[in-house]
């Protein structure tokens, strides 16, 4: 029998102590990093074409080792990063001090962040709602912090395994979107919580991953009314 359900922090810091476990090796994956200039370029024109060309004061949520950040960076915009994991910004601030980039990476709680309302023009984040215990509370602060005209821009996936990820197995059934969703249904999530003018389209090809997705792969995003 499954044990008791645990309170949002309890399984936030397990979500933590699995990915600092994990930040040391994340980018040793075609499907985290980049590692071509093949697959840089490509991921630039995805990131582009959904945040245009003015520059734009963007939080990247749940930052990682920095990939999406750094590349937003690269395309002009003034780039904040958070993430919950001090193994991943240890990371990523290790890659910004080697691309000598001026981007903040801080400690912060996807669910509850330090920042002020519209301080935002944009928030991406790139597969992170599935590792979040409540995330309609997540919708609700990323629209907090985004300007109205603003956008948020997620990629994110959908898989079915057979089973939950080593480290997962305790929490798993805690995270409401657990394996992601179907862009369709996602969609329907954004927009439920006031996200305007959604849209999505996959993001399957080879370059952008090293080799084929083994499941679903898109880009999805809203704007702020």
Request: glycine share 8%; aromatic share 8%.
């Amino acid at each position: 029998m499954r044990e008791p359900e645990q309170s949002p922090e309890e399984v936030k810091k397990s979500v933590q102590a699995y990915w600092d476990d994990r930040a040391e090796t994340y980018d040793d994956d075609s499907h985290h990093a980049l590692h071509s200039e093949e697959q840089r370029a490509a991921w630039l024109s995805v990131l582009r074409s959904w945040t245009g060309e003015s520059t734009q004061r963007i939080l990247d949520v749940g930052c990682g080792t920095g990939v999406i950040s750094l590349l937003l960076a690269e395309l002009g915009h003034e780039v904040t990063g958070v993430d919950y994991s001090a193994g991943m910004l240890e990371q990523a601030r290790e890659k910004r001090r080697e691309r000598d980039r001026s981007i903040e990476f801080r400690m912060g709680d996807a669910e509850s962040l330090n920042a002020s309302d519209d301080a935002y023009d944009s928030v991406t984040a790139r597969h992170l709602i599935w590792t979040l215990p409540t995330p309609p509370q997540a919708i609700r602060e990323w629209r907090r912090v985004v300007r109205p005209g603003g956008r948020i821009v997620l990629i994110e996936g959908h898989w079915d395994f057979s089973g939950p990820f080593d480290g997962y197995e305790q929490i798993h059934e805690d995270l409401p979107l657990y394996d992601g969703r179907p862009p369709e249904e996602l969609a329907e999530l954004l927009r439920e919580h006031g996200l305007e003018n959604v849209t999505h389209e996959p993001l399957m090809e080879r370059t952008l991953w090293g080799e084929v997705p083994e499941y679903e792969q898109y880009i999805i995003g809203g704007d702020v009314p």
